[in-house]
């Protein structure tokens, strides 16, 4: 069974810190996607990493991904109170299923 | 953003009842999926299709069934709904997963209640 788990659960940091969200996943992929959701909301896609030493950055957010370790971080630099949401990452299976983590909640505090 | 529609976005439900859930896309993208959130465990995958009248199960089916007669439309069923069945649930779809820049967009959500 694909387990995926991110840590912590919940993140709360105060506005103009740095902090790192790590994704665990139990199986070998290639492909890990980062994704955003807002109270109430949907999820929003973040990023899409696709192999070995992936890095993208977007903001004050960047993602990078190590399949032989098999760990995702999600960086954030100088938090703002609009980063604000739950974090979620996802690994996809066989090529068509997306297992996701249980999501980090993170509150940035002004 | 994509385009997907599940309906209805809420609905309270009486345990033992049917209930279906619908989603809708104009994506024409291949593949659509049906996740349930709940707190504490994320997202989970209940059915999935690769195609019209491709459909199957994700880790946790039992209680569900799903239906693709066109493209645009996955449908899923809660035969006799239980109190464990309320959620939100979640509606995604994916043109070619597993090949390139490919990742799932998510439908807006519905939020069912079964008491």
């Known amino acids: 069974e694909l387990k995926v788990e991110q840590n912590p659960l919940f993140l709360s940091m105060q506005e103009g810190k740095n902090y790192t969200i790590y994704c665990n996943y139990s199986t070998t992929s290639d492909r890990l996607y980062w994704y955003r959701q807002d109270p109430g909301k949907s999820l929003e896609s973040l990023f899409v990493l696709l192999s070995n030493g992936a890095v993208k950055q977007e903001g004050r957010l960047m993602a990078s991904l190590d399949t032989k370790a098999r760990l995702s971080t999600l960086h954030i630099t100088a938090a703002v109170h609009d980063l604000s949401a739950t974090y979620f990452c996802?690994?996809?299976?066989?090529?068509?299923?997306?297992?996701f983590g249980t999501g980090t909640s993170l509150t940035v505090i002004p | 953003d994509a385009g997907i529609t599940q309906s209805p976005r809420h609905k309270v439900t009486e345990t033992g009842t049917p209930v279906t859930l619908r989603c809708h896309q104009t994506?024409?993208?291949?593949?659509m999926y049906w996740y349930r959130q709940d707190p504490g465990h994320g997202l989970r995958l209940i059915h999935y299709s690769y195609g019209v009248k491709d459909t199957d199960k994700g880790e946790v089916s039992d209680g569900y069934s799903v239906s693709r007669s066109k493209t645009e439309d996955f449908l899923l069923t809660l035969e006799s709904a239980t109190s464990s069945q309320t959620s939100v649930y979640f509606c995604?779809?994916?043109?070619?997963?597993?090949?390139?820049?490919?990742?799932?967009?998510f439908g807006q959500g519905t939020r069912l209640t079964v008491v």
């Open positions: 996802a690994v996809d299976r066989t090529g068509n299923q997306f297992y």
């Open positions: 995604a779809i994916s043109d070619f997963p597993g090949q390139g820049n490919t990742e799932a967009f």
């Open positions: 994506e024409n993208h291949r593949y």
